[in-house]
């Protein structure tokens, strides 16, 4: 067969190889200096027909926990899988902040670790609990996670992938002919990119299938121990001893071809061993444990056979070039020409075990024995790219003229064969095993074949096609794809950012649904801004407990997204969920604090964690204050107005003082100057409520006991006594809350500077829908006002002063008769009225003076 190639392994040192923007001729001398001086010794090559570039690349585990207590710990749970496995959602965040994107192959194997040891984790479960559907489940998720992510770490790691062009350019004048079979196919691995990284492809499913098989032939029992066929040797030597004749014809030589050559069987215990002898060697071989097979073989007595698995090496005698007065041995197969046209044939004998064939069909590049034996998509691909290797190494020692003569008898498929890695996959597609055809749809078998193809356009598209399907994703195949797309993103390459997009948002929306808060921003700030700052904040709307809205905040200001643009955009969303208009007051409302009502008092914390956000806090508090008004809300308003600090003003203003600038800007001021118009109207409206309260709480007038006896007179007088004083401290108290009502809905009706809920500056931007509500509020607050103030003071006598009630409104200096309407106006008169008549019935005049004689 062909020479193991070892020489395109580049050097260990990641900083060199990890960094995709490194410059042209920096990549292209560290590789070189790999091929020049990794190469390996014969003792290495029998790990693998052709041993991997990335032969270091091994499941590494990161335990920091006894296995076992953690499984017995899980067993409790009414999910393990899913109680194992959610660690990594955190893990994997961790382990991308942890690596900068000068270190992305380490944050590969961090990937790689942490999956490796969940599905140890999981299987030890799944060993004590017995199958558990979930649990298994999970367990083969992750498994083929991790098996990606290895798969994505060896095609990457050595710029295979990422400086392929650069590569291809300088390796194309590398070819120097040569003498040596092994030389030959040293100088195709370095030029060809193609070879190279489908030779990675079957290393990684041979290191797969050797963590799967473990130490298992060092567990295999046979019937012969040390000799070959050694029941078959016992009952021929009984034979001759006796001189009887077997019931059942038994070969009569022990040679190795023998069965094959006499058309006769071996004993029934050496037929047994023989068969399972040959299923373990090709499980090992599969495995790309070629020396461990020779060692079983060699453990069996069939050093034989152990012999047949040797000749594949390629020939190389350095005696030839070095120059050296001392003989170095040769290497390798001289005739491996006859040795591989002999594999071939006994590949298709169909005499021979199925096993057997396929060992000796892997050997020889024979596809359809292999594949008679493959009955996993893994196996498959394995045998598809094994056999495509094994074609173009044979296609380039023919081109060079170091073909050997045996080799061209090999049958024409295979010397004209055209293998390219789409059309293995194209293949696989039409397999006729079921299973096969079933794996090849599984999601995770779906991104390795892209991925090996190097097709991320089409990744991209599977990826569209699983976020629109009806079917839910596996939330950590949407990890997965997260962070796979993350690194793609990280090296550079071309990606459709769309599709990109929709996988994060998919991933950050199963975040906030598992409610895995310390996570979302990190994530979110993957995407585009201004789809950040929307998502950010829709998440934060789902944020209810006080306690984690400032850390929400924290990781935000750390992922580096625009916390004044989100926390604004929260606010303005709630509290422009509901539809509802400003209202008339006359108009029966609903007047309690909602649930909805609650959202928006409780949204305007947002705004209050940083100082900085102050002049924001008071403009959106103001904005949701002028709804509750309209909506007759004060209870409200009042909530949201006691969220503001009482020093916002102040620190506004300290603000633009500590940037140099004297004057506010009009928003600003514009914003301080509502929210003193809105404290001045609660004010007012409190006071009436206080003033109503009392009112209606007058002192009861004692009724008189009957005047019969000494006692009840006296007692009559005591009531009438504590009465009079009662009802003395009840009317100075409502004098009191009268002048105050009074004082604070005047200080409404007759607001400084051109009036309440009007802006004094102009020159800021037009926000036509802040205008109508302030111009709405003026028309629903000051005439409801005028009229709560009319019905303080006609109730309190005060009619001459409820008749100059209506100088002010119709002076032109304050122009409250505009916010009236002529039905409002027409009441007012009408109430007006009522004082003027009282007053007439006191012998007044009706404007509340005396009667000229």
């Excluded at 926390?567 to 604090?593: I, P, S």
């Excluded at 309209?630 to 949201?640: E, S, T």
């Excluded at 916010?819 to 404007?847: I, N």
């Amino acid at each position: 067969m062909s020479l193991v190639y070892e020489s395109v392994k580049p050097d260990p040192d990641p900083t060199e190889l990890s960094t995709p923007k490194s410059s042209p001729a920096l990549v292209t001398k560290s590789v070189r200096h790999g091929m020049k001086s990794e190469m390996l010794d014969d003792n290495d090559w029998t790990n693998s027909v052709y041993t991997s570039p990335v032969s270091g690349l091994e499941n590494t585990s990161f335990f920091t926990e006894d296995i076992t207590n953690l499984s017995s710990a899980l067993l409790k749970e009414d999910d393990p899988g899913e109680a194992a496995a959610a660690s990594l959602f955190p893990e994997f965040l961790a382990s991308f902040l942890k690596h900068s994107s000068s270190a992305v192959f380490e944050l590969l194997e961090d990937y790689q670790g942490g999956s490796c040891q969940t599905v140890d984790v999981l299987q030890s479960v799944v060993l004590r609990a017995g199958q558990n559907s979930k649990t298994a489940g999970v367990r083969w998720l992750l498994q083929q996670e991790s098996n990606t992510w290895r798969l994505i770490t060896s095609l990457y790691r050595y710029l295979d992938r990422v400086q392929l062009a650069l590569e291809d350019d300088i390796m194309t004048d590398m070819i120097v002919p040569s003498e040596s079979e092994k030389v030959v196919v040293e100088q195709l691995f370095q030029r060809d990119a193609v070879i190279r990284q489908s030779q990675l492809v079957v290393d990684w499913l041979e290191c797969i299938a050797k963590d799967q098989i473990g130490d298992f032939s060092d567990n295999i029992e046979y019937y012969a121990k040390n000799v070959c066929w050694e029941n078959t040797l016992h009952a021929l030597k009984m034979r001759r001893k006796s001189g009887a004749a077997f019931t059942v014809p038994l070969v009569t030589e022990l040679d190795p071809d023998a069965p094959l050559r006499q058309q006769r069987p071996l004993a029934d215990l050496d037929r047994e061993d023989d068969a399972r002898l040959l299923k373990n060697l090709f499980t090992l071989i599969r495995a790309g444990m070629t020396e461990e097979a020779q060692r079983l073989c060699k453990r069996c007595g069939q050093a034989w056979r152990a012999a047949t698995l040797e000749g594949w090496k390629l020939y190389h005698d350095s005696n030839m070039t070095s120059g050296s007065l001392e003989l170095q041995p040769v290497e390798g197969n001289p005739q491996r020409g006859v040795w591989k046209a002999c594999c071939w044939r006994m590949a298709e004998e169909e005499q021979l075990n199925r096993y057997e064939r396929a060992i000796y069909a892997s050997l020889s590049g024979n596809l359809k024995p292999v594949l008679a034996v493959c009955e996993s998509w893994e196996d498959c691909v394995w045998a598809h790219f094994r056999v495509m290797v094994d074609s173009l190494v044979e296609k380039d020692l023919m081109s060079s003229g170091m073909a050997h003569q045996e080799v061209e008898t090999l049958p024409r498929e295979y010397l004209e064969a055209n293998w390219t890695m789409e059309k293995v996959f194209e293949e696989l597609q039409a397999s006729d095993s079921k299973r096969v055809l079933e794996e090849t749809k599984e999601h995770y078998h779906i991104i390795q074949k892209f991925v090996i193809l190097g097709d991320l356009d089409g990744l991209l598209e599977e990826f569209s096609d699983w976020l629109t399907s009806s079917k839910p994703l596996p939330s950590h195949l949407l990890r997965f794809m997260s962070h796979l797309l993350l690194f793609f993103r990280s090296l550079g390459l071309a990606l459709k950012e769309e599709v990109c997009v929709d996988v994060l948002k998919a991933y950050v929306s199963f975040l906030i649904r598992d409610e895995q808060t310390d996570l979302v921003a990190s994530y979110v700030g993957q995407l585009p801004a201004e789809l950040a700052t929307a998502q950010y904040a829709a998440f934060l709307e789902t944020v209810t407990q006080a306690e984690l809205r400032p850390r929400c905040l924290q990781l935000a200001t750390e992922a580096g997204l625009d916390i004044a643009t989100i926390t604004k955009l929260v606010v303005e969303t709630v509290r422009e969920r509901d539809d509802a208009e400003f209202t008339h007051h006359n108009q029966t409302l609903e007047t309690g604090t909602t649930k909805e009502d609650q959202r928006k008092i409780d949204v305007i914390d947002w705004l209050l964690f940083d100082p900085a956000h102050r002049a924001e806090a008071l403009k959106q508090s103001n904005a949701i204050m002028r709804k509750f008004l309209a909506l007759q809300k004060h209870n409200a308003a009042k909530a949201v107005f006691s969220k503001v600090p009482e020093d916002s003003m102040k620190e506004i203003c300290c603000q633009w003082a500590g940037i140099g600038q004297t004057t506010l800007p009009a928003e600003d001021e514009n914003a301080i100057r509502e929210h003193l118009c809105i404290r001045a109207y609660l004010e007012a409206h409190e006071a009436f409520t206080d003033w109503f309260s009392h009112s209606s709480s007058a002192p009861q007038k004692p009724t008189p006991a009957p005047e019969a006896k000494f006692t009840e007179r006296v007692a009559n007088e005591m009531r009438e006594k504590e009465y009079q004083t009662s009802l003395s401290a009840w009317s100075c108290r409502l004098d009191a809350l009268t002048e105050d009502v009074k004082e604070r809905i005047y200080n409404v009706l007759l607001f400084v500077d051109g009036g309440w809920m009007v802006d004094n500056r102009q020159d800021s931007e037009q926000d036509s829908e802040r205008s109508h509500q302030m111009g709405a509020l003026r028309s629903l607050c000051l005439p409801r006002l005028s009229f709560l103030l009319l019905s303080v003071l006609q109730n309190s006598s005060r009619h001459q002063e409820a008749l100059r009630l209506a100088d002010i409104i119709s002076s032109d200096q304050h122009r409250l008769y505009q916010v009236f309407s002529k039905e409002e106006l027409r009441r007012f008169l009408q109430k007006l009225r009522e004082s003027s008549l009282a007053l007439l019935d006191r012998g007044l005049d009706p404007l509340g003076y005396e009667l000229q004689p």
